[in-house]
């Protein structure tokens, strides 16, 4: 016999000091931190204590640009337990620029509308509170000559 259920597993854990710092800026600032790795210089964002592809702690904190490109997207149709938005989302991998990683956010456009290699820019929220939502998400951008 298989029973079926549920399990509501509320928690809290110290984001640590590398994520504090990237929140807090993202709140405060509306600023978007990563770090330049002094060992392989890899650009990562968001800012964590230690390069994701060499392993290495010591780094350079960086200001990263809000703008970047569009490397992948896929669209959610089904309302999920835990999702922070009601369905459709469409989310994105976005190569800030100058990072060499991506990040995965939310994209503001309509799906028919949304393009791999498209520019896109972080819409930062009106109130916010220390969370990645402190970007609502990845709006598309009109380039000069496009
Ligand atoms: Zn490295």
Redesign the pocket.
Known sequence: MILEGRVHLPFEYAAGVAASRFLTALRDECKILGAR?L????VWVPLSSF?P????DSKDILEIAPVGTLRSWTVIHEQGVHRPFPPPITYGLIQLDGAHSSMVHRILCPEEHVKTGMRVRAKFSEKRVGSILDIEGFEPVREANG
């Open positions: 790795c060992s392989c210089r890899f390069c592809r060499c392993g290495r």
